[in-house]
């Protein structure tokens, strides 16, 4: 006979108490930052990109690029800065929601949180590509092969460019790389993944056998 009281629901799993560690409070106060540091960054992009994309098709044509080339070339831009920064703006909402979860011992937040902090950085990397070096981007493509052309629309779009929304992106979106490989880090480090194992089967075992 078995000495313990027998489990009310079979190989259901049980909550053990720990303390949480270090590391997994920081890495929920990183996540915390990086999506307000996000935020900041994509509000900044999405504002920004009315008038970035007015002023480059404004200097194109005074550039020699015809109208409707311009508009061409404008439309790709604005569909690519209005996407980056839609998306920088999701990944942010999604670290601040996430948050409470790490804290709070899920391990459904904590995967996210690493999936989250990996398309973030992924995403980094396209918005400093936008803004910061945009300039070499080919967004004459799809138009008459014309070295020209590219050439005036690289011109156009580095004066289009504001300095304060590349300082501002590249800056921010640096420091929120950083935050996120931290974060990364924090997680998968051997005292968060035995913090997170908040679940046991529990089995009643019998003495003498």
Known sequence: MSSQPPDPIEDEPVI????RP?????AGVLLFGCGAVGLIAALALLVGAGSVVDAFRSRAIGLGVSTGEAAQVADALRTTLMSSGSGALALAALSLLLTRG????S?????G???VAGA???CSVVRTSVTAFGQNVNWAAGQRVDPALSGQVAQ???EAMPSWLVGLGGGLTDLQSLGYIAVAALLIAPASREYFRTRVLWYAQDPLA
């Open 16 to 19: 053990i108490a720990r303390r």
């Open 107 to 111: 391990e459904a937040s904590r995967i």
């Open 120 to 122: 973030a950085l992924g």
């Open 113 to 115: 949180a690493l999936v």
């Open 102 to 105: 790490v804290l709070r011992r």
């Open 156 to 158: 156009a779009f580095s």
């Open 22 to 26: 270090e590391t997994v409070t920081l």
